[in-house]
Nanobody, 120 residues
């Protein structure tokens, strides 16, 4: 059973930092790319960052490039999102995502989300 569990959200002042974690289980973690999405109130969910299975390649949304860093520890089945220089517009629920091949086919899995609020 695939499970993704996020942690690390919270309230932070503009310019501050947070590190999100997503613990994965139920699949061969190192074989799959991992993604972070976010959804602000009244807005569509958007892709923030993606990292390949081996961790050798990453990609970012333009709005976070240079401020956020995605990484992974395949020994711990965990993916991280380091967020620096946070802005109020980064306020959103952040979700971990994996598209995993299971017996019924390719299936999208989501964590429960973790709230990030950037406010003074």
């Amino acid at each position: 059973q695939v499970q993704l569990v996020e942690s690390g959200g919270g309230l932070v002042q503009p310019g501050g930092s947070l590190r999100l974690s997503c613990a994965a289980s139920g699949f061969i973690f190192s074989s799959y790319a991992m993604r972070w999405y976010r959804q602000a109130p009244g807005k569509v969910r958007e892709l923030v960052a993606v990292i390949t299975g081996a961790g050798t390649n990453t990609n970012y949304a333009g709005s976070v490039k240079g401020r956020f860093t995605i990484s992974r520890d395949n020994a711990k089945n965990t993916v991280y999102l380091q967020m620096n220089a946070l802005k109020p517009e980064d306020t959103a629920v952040y979700y971990c995502n994996a598209a995993v091949i299971v017996p019924v086919g390719l299936t999208n899995y989501w964590g429960q989300g973790t709230q990030v609020t950037v406010s003074s």
